[in-house]
């Protein structure tokens, strides 16, 4: 039996499955530099009172999901849950503001929750997203969320469904807040444990809650598009106007809340027809408080997240190239060197080169050129080193022929 286990809601990527990782990583960075996006990289880990602030005390994530650890010198901190409130901090601390230009962010990688694990649902699991600072226009909001729908159907994941809501302002919020207390204590005893605390604290948070009787009773709660001001209802209904412009059809959800707390106006997420119970693919809107909220100037913000497993799981059908391998084989170990020669330069061409040092004889090497998918094996024995020729065997047919060392580069161009 084995002694060591990946720890419970984590998994190892390997091949064949890592290719599609690298693919979609590549697709990001392509897609998202079209719209003068520049990456950043945060710490794995924060403090952990920047989660508690910018997420939200009551949220499921900070209460309940996060790794938090005391280091040596006794600091809270907290391996990220997700990756805005840091992007926030970065920007803040290191005056992004005034030195960066577009203020347009990509990230990938691994956010950590303690949640329950399942089909699409891991511990530690790996995000994109995008955050774009300092515009209030609804038509980046629908910009951004074209964005999101289109990069997913660049990747030919067609079966999706856009939702979309507005969360109101700090405006507006507060005199929804007192009639949806109001509304749920009227009900209290019809929502769990949890939820009636919500009721007292965050009220909202109420609707992120996904047991039946309390989504059922919460259903019958008022709905925050029914109490937005005026600033809040024009902004998003020229969010809507510009998603219709630009063909990107959508379905109202008045109970789209997101489960962070820092959201204001628009909300939206992105699920999938394809996938189980965890079907969001994506999920994000505007947060224009944050950046005050953690210390820094009042400036609007907008972004989101998507799920990087759970695109994954879409891409079977995708017909990734597969990677065309040379191996430069030896008739006898006194010509290694030359072969150690010719695989280097043929990797200064560009080519995927595989070489066994401990290849025995012609046999076994031909063996392990079947096992690394190479497309050809070029074959060096002492007839090929006096004549300053190689023979190139195709794998797939057989087929075998000599070129001298000089074409070699012109044929491999033609017929790789
Ligand atoms: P959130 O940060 O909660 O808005 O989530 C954004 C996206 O991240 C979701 O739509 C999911 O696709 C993905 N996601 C969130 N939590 C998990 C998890 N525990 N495991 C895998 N993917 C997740």
Redesign the pocket.
């Given at each position: 039996m084995n002694e060591f286990k990946a720890p419970k809601?984590t998994r190892d990527i390997f091949p064949p499955e890592i290719q599609k990782w690298q693919f979609l990583e590549r697709a990001i960075h392509d897609y998202y530099q079209k719209f003068l996006y520049q990456e950043i990289r945060t710490p794995i880990f924060e403090h952990s009172e920047l989660f508690s602030r910018g997420i939200g005390d009551e949220t499921d994530?900070v209460q309940k999901?996060m790794y938090t650890f005391k280091d040596k010198s006794d600091r809270s901190l907290t391996l990220r849950?997700?990756?805005?409130a840091a992007v926030v901090r970065a920007a803040i601390e290191n005056n992004l503001f005034e030195t960066v230009a577009p203020l347009r962010f990509y990230y990938i990688g691994p956010?950590f929750?303690y949640?329950k694990?399942q089909k699409?649902?891991?511990?530690?699991?790996?995000?994109f997203?995008i955050e774009v600072f300092a515009d209030e226009s609804p038509q980046l909001d629908a910009e951004v969320i074209f964005s999101a729908v289109d990069f997913l159907k660049n990747l030919q994941i067609t079966d999706i469904r856009l939702e979309l809501n507005s969360v109101g302002c700090p405006q507006c919020r507060p005199a929804y807040l007192d009639v949806l207390r109001r509304a749920a204590s009227a009900e209290k005893n019809k929502f769990c444990a949890d939820c009636q605390r919500k009721i007292d604290g965050n009220a909202l948070r109420i609707f992120d809650c996904k047991l039946p009787a309390c989504a059922e009773t919460a259903g019958r709660l008022p709905l925050i598009s029914d109490h937005l001001c005026p600033a809040c209802r024009d902004h998003f209904a020229a969010v809507r106007e510009t998603l219709n412009c630009m063909n990107v059809p959508f379905q109202l959800n008045p109970r789209l809340v997101?489960?962070?707390d820092y959201y204001t106006k628009t909300a939206f997420?992105?699920?999938s027809g394809q996938l189980g119970a965890?079907n969001?693919?994506?999920?994000?809107g505007r947060y224009n408080n944050l950046i005050k909220e953690l210390g820094g100037p009042d400036m609007a913000c907008i972004g989101?997240?998507?799920?990087?497993?759970?695109?994954v799981l879409h891409l079977d059908h995708l017909a990734l190239p597969r990677a065309k391998n040379l191996f430069v084989a030896y008739g006898d170990h006194q010509w290694l060197a030359h072969a150690i020669q010719l695989a280097q330069v043929l990797r200064e061409e560009g080519y995927p080169v595989y070489l066994d040092y401990q290849g025995k004889n012609l046999k076994k090497q031909f063996k392990k050129a079947d096992r690394v998918a190479a497309a050809f094996t070029l074959v060096l024995a002492e007839d090929e080193v006096k004549t300053a020729s190689v023979s190139v065997k195709n794998m797939a047919s057989q087929e075998q022929i000599k070129i001298s060392l000089k074409d070699l580069n012109a044929w491999l161009k033609k017929n790789y």
């Open positions: 809601g994530v999901e849950p997700e990756n805005t956010m929750r949640d694990p699409g649902r891991y511990r530690q699991f790996q995000q997203g997101r489960g962070l997420e992105v699920t965890q969001a693919l994506l999920g994000g989101f997240a998507a799920g990087m497993e759970r695109i």
